[in-house]
């Protein structure tokens, strides 16, 4: 089976600032993947698929990018609700496994 | 609107059985796949099964194969999950989710999951 990993595992910023997180498949996924949202207490939201793909009512400072085996979320101005984990998760055959998550606060 | 609504969760004992179900409303529920994934206290987010809009495909994470059962009624627009020899890493939040893309297993929609303790 296709691995996720996430990295990192936390992170901390200051508002404005632009932020990274990187997700990476054991194998080659094409562009299958999904990053979803899930802030403390709440239900987990879709922010994109296809890899870049942003899904209807995300906000454009939250992009994707990446193909193959190694993606990015990137938030180019980090808000005070942007605060929660973020997954991602491969789709292009069973298992759909998620990514451990990256935890990202307000430094 | 999309609802998806489930219900049966609960405490039980290791070895244990309960199913779930999630009531479905405001899409073509026939046409849609639909997936459960799970979420133990605190830890990540976990896949768990996954069936096609006709049942005609259905997946399983390894760690339920053998032991739980994804199904779904599309005349009453639900979607079912038989969980047999409960364990207790079991304990979770189950969300009901759908992929609103036909034939891709992505989820757009969650419900608001319902808790399943496995304790003695």
């Known amino acids: 089976d296709i691995q996720m990993t996430q990295s990192p595992s936390s992170l901390s910023a200051s508002v404005g600032d632009r932020v990274t997180i990187t997700c990476r498949a054991s194998?080659?996924?094409?562009?299958?993947l999904a990053w979803y949202q899930q802030k403390p207490g709440k239900v987990p939201n879709l922010l994109i698929y296809?890899?870049?793909t942003l899904q209807s009512g995300v906000p454009s400072r939250i992009s994707g990018s990446g193909s193959g085996t190694d993606f990015t979320l990137t938030i180019s101005s980090l808000q005070p609700e942007d605060v929660a984990t973020y997954y991602c998760?491969?789709?292009?055959?069973?298992?759909?496994?998620f990514g451990p998550g990256t935890k990202v606060d307000i430094k | 609107e999309v609802q998806l609504v489930e219900s049966g969760g609960g405490p039980v004992k290791p070895g244990g059985s309960l199913r779930l179900s999630c009531a479905a409303s405001?899409?073509?529920?026939?046409?849609?796949?639909m997936n459960w994934v799970r979420q133990a206290p605190g830890k990540g987010l976990e896949w768990v099964s996954s069936?096609?809009?006709?049942?005609?495909?259905?997946f399983y994470a390894d760690s339920v194969k053998g032991r739980f059962t994804i199904s779904r009624d599309n005349a009453k627009n639900s979607l079912y999950l038989q969980m047999n020899s409960l364990r207790p890493e079991d304990t979770a939040v189950y969300y009901c989710?759908?992929?609103?893309?036909?034939?891709?297993?992505?989820?757009?929609?969650w419900g608001q999951g319902t808790l399943v303790t496995v304790s003695s």
């Open positions: 989710t759908l992929g609103a893309v036909a034939g891709s297993y992505f989820f757009d929609y």
């Open positions: 405001g899409f073509t529920f026939s046409t849609n796949s």
């Open positions: 069936i096609s809009s006709t049942s005609s495909y259905i």
């Open positions: 194998q080659g996924i094409s562009n299958s």
């Open positions: 296809a890899a870049s």
């Open positions: 998760q491969k789709y292009n055959g069973a298992p759909f496994t």
